[in-house]
């Protein structure tokens, strides 16, 4: 199938997606009274529908206080501690005795163990 032209109208909202999903634009809300405010910024500047000239309306609008925004992360001041656990008396940890235990050195050839038992190291 080949490339077809957009009609105005998916020109229309493909910039309004455009400009949505741009990271530069995050604490903008979709409401419709935004929404209505940036096109009523559009039309009366005479410019059309283009992310850049939305950023641009967002820009004007949002320093001006018009827009509904998401509000800026605050840190609060200190930030709260989990309450802590009182403590409770374990008992002393007692230790597993010691066993000797001798090594052994296993040898296998063809699967099948072998004695090494009295082997010359090289």
């Not at 957009?6 to 935004?34: D, G, I, P, W």
Request: aromatic share 8%; net charge neutral; hydrophobic share 35%.
């Amino acid at each position: 199938m080949e490339h077809e032209e957009l009609t105005e109208e998916q020109q229309h909202y493909s910039a309004m997606e455009t400009f949505v999903c741009a990271t530069q634009n995050l604490r903008f809300k979709e409401t419709r009274e935004n929404w209505r405010l940036m096109m009523k910024f559009l039309s009366e500047h005479n410019l059309e529908t283009t992310p850049q000239n939305l950023r641009f309306a967002y820009l004007t609008l949002g320093n001006k206080g018009l827009l509904d925004l998401m509000p800026l992360g605050i840190l609060p001041a200190e930030p709260p501690q989990p309450p802590q656990p009182k403590p409770t008396p374990t008992p002393a940890a007692q230790s597993a005795p010691a066993v000797p235990v001798r090594a052994q050195t296993f040898a296998y050839r063809n699967g099948a163990a072998i004695n090494i038992e009295g082997a010359k190291r090289l």
